[in-house]
């Protein structure tokens, strides 16, 4: 499953990559973000729900330089004002990719944010922040 999970990873990155901010899937359009900044080259978080299960995806590349990159992914139910799933992880290197699913429930909002710091060659961080909803 570690194996299927890298793969899922990688053609994420890559489907991001060769459509930039076209994201469409047949339950739901993708909610997508990329926002650029003094650290940061690449950043996509994208979102979507089907059939009750919430594909969860963020991809950050760093710039040339980047030591290593941190940060927490958390899925938010606006309905029920609960945090539904939160997944913290470390990447050393430029690129930080981290892909979640959890169950949602029908009829309700949810928010995807990510939080974290990119940390350069010196070890000084920029903070970054994104965040999407939808409904299911």
């Given at each position: 499953m570690n194996g299927l999970r890298?793969?899922?990873?990688?053609?994420?990155?890559?489907?991001v990559l060769v459509l930039e901010n076209t994201c469409v899937t047949s339950a739901q359009v993708c909610?997508?973000?990329?926002?650029l900044s003094e650290s940061i080259t690449e950043?996509?978080?994208?979102?979507?729900?089907?059939?009750?299960?919430?594909e969860c995806n963020i991809v950050i590349m760093g710039k040339s330089g980047t030591s290593k990159i941190t940060g927490t992914l958390r899925l938010y139910d606006e309905t029920a004002k609960q945090n539904i799933q939160s997944w913290n992880d470390t990447?050393?290197?430029?690129?930080?990719?981290?892909?979640?699913?959890?169950?949602v429930?029908?009829?309700h909002k949810y928010t995807l944010s990510f939080s974290g710091?990119?940390?350069?060659?010196?070890n000084v961080a920029e903070k970054i922040h994104v965040s999407t909803t939808k409904s299911n």
């Open positions: 890298k793969i899922s990873v990688i053609l994420l990155f890559v489907f909610s997508e973000i990329s926002v950043k996509h978080l994208t979102f979507w729900i089907d059939n009750n299960r919430a990447k050393y290197g430029r690129l930080f990719s981290l892909s979640k699913t959890a169950s429930t029908s009829g710091n990119v940390y350069n060659a010196s």
